[in-house]
């Protein structure tokens, strides 16, 4: 890989360290470790595979809530290979799912879909640079998000743990249901899946991840991130040179 200056972090690690107990003073274990600590149940393998002093990705922790809408995020990262993280909130976290050649609308297409540990529910927003040196390294983009809902069964962490879950998204990109299933049979890995679109309105034979390259969030591409670029949104509105006239 080519070397790139270091671009800003988007977020200071100051905010995502730990907080030590103010008047207490920090004992040997260190941050990293107490936030291994702390992160409880599937969170753990997430938290014990970083250092939060050295990524700004968020620590996380569990979310209580209910009544929400659920949410759904795709994020595209230039790791060692690039990929597409596809994650659906469930039980409180983002299930979590590595996508090498990313989501398809077209109903045809099987895409493999690498089940990773889950993520804390406020990884959704990240995107910026995961520092080399770190797990991940590279840069990472909001690609799609939004919200979804189960076409089938009314527990996504069940459907997930049962290895199929068939949910119908509402993202700027992606629209429609889609299916997640666990492969079987004797040559498939356990955390091996697909990700298939179902045939409705939202699904596009002619459709290419490729094409739709800008982050939702902040209309930065992976480039644009890695020089540590900001898009200026206002030209955007400027009348497109002479082809328009
Ligand atoms: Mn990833």
Redesign the pocket.
């Given at each position: 890989m080519r070397w790139r200056p270091p671009p800003p972090f988007e977020l200071t690690t100051a905010r995502l360290m730990p907080k030590a107990p103010s008047g207490q003073k920090r004992t040997g274990a260190t941050p990293a470790a107490q936030t291994a600590k702390r992160a409880t149940g599937s969170l753990r393998r997430y938290a014990e595979k970083r250092n939060f002093q050295r990524t700004p990705e968020p620590a996380g922790k569990k979310l209580p809530g209910q009544g929400r809408a659920l949410r759904f995020v795709v994020?595209k990262?230039r790791?060692t290979r690039l990929?597409y993280?596809f994650r659906l909130e469930a039980d409180g976290v983002l299930k979590s799912w590595?996508v090498p050649k990313g989501p398809s609308l077209n109903p045809v297409d099987r895409r493999l879909a690498m089940q990773v540990e889950d993520h804390p529910y406020d990884y959704r927003d990240f995107e910026g640079v995961i520092p080399a040196g770190n797990y991940?390294a590279g840069e990472v983009i909001v690609w799609d998000r939004g919200t979804y809902k189960l076409a089938e069964g009314t527990d996504a962490a069940l459907e997930i743990g049962r290895g199929k879950i068939k949910f119908i998204l509402k993202g700027k990109k992606l629209t429609g249901m889609f299916t997640l299933v666990r492969m079987r049979g004797r040559n498939s890995e356990e955390n091996a899946w697909l990700l298939v679109k179902d045939n409705d309105a939202g699904a596009d034979p002619e459709w290419n991840a490729d094409d739709h390259a800008e982050s939702v969030k902040s209309g930065r591409t992976l480039d644009d991130i890695a020089r540590g670029r900001r898009v200026a949104q206002w030209i955007s509105n400027r009348p497109a040179a002479s082809s328009r006239r």
């Open positions: 994020q990262h790791a990929h993280d590595a991940g």
